[in-house]
């Protein structure tokens, strides 16, 4: 298959054809995910809930994160692989943040990286694009600012709209390729697509967008607790496994498994 590349987010946009994306953060789903014709893999931060069982994203470094990229990277033939930037690895300046995507470019074979942040990540985003590397923007609720946003909050309601629309335009003005819009009313994310020269992905932004962008333990139904919303289930993963997991124990307790069928003569 022809690998999926910047220009085939512009071309979708100009199309109208929805780009989807998927979380990943390993070789096995990378696999399934790019076999089924998703457009682009995200190596999220969240691996911070997913993988590495921390309540939040705020502390996962980029050491955590260039494995699982390398895997996803090198598990797909078509799919385009997106790294993501953790907290702490871009906010002191446009040198830290290329510092930061360089590594991520050399080091794992990813073909962008994504950032958090509107007008106050502009700087970072032309330096990255400037040496070559294209970046995915990130608007809207900003899982990295939890704290200073004042939870998981809905942006871009009422007045702030202005914000989102001024944060799309900026990020797009500093050379982002495509802008992730989360958690924000259906509305808004049209006005920000039709604003935008560059493709919009909805999470948790309602239909009007170019694309749409799911955490994949989310949408399998793998996540532990509460599920946002926006997220619709399409698959029982977590109820698969886990009967699997007991009829396995229950068939190794009575002596029914392993039978000669699954033995050595
Ligand atoms: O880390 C992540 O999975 C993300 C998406 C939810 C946008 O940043
Ligand atoms: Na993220």
Redesign the pocket.
Known sequence: PKRVRTRHFQNAKREGIKITGL?SYDMLTARIFDEAGIDFL?V???AGNNVFGYET?LPVKVDDLIPLTRAVAGAVKRAFVVA?MPFGSYENGPEEALHTAVRFMKETGAHAVKLEGGERSHKQIRRIVGAGIPVMA?IGYTPQSEHGLGGHVIQGRGEGVKQLLADARSVQEAGAFAV?L?MVPADAARQVTELLEIPTIS?GAGPHTDGQ?L?WTDWAGLTIGRVPKFVKQYADLAGILSQAAREWREDVESGSYPNAEHSYE
């Open positions: 979380t995200l999220g931060d969240s994203t993501d990130h992730v989360e999470v962008l955490v």
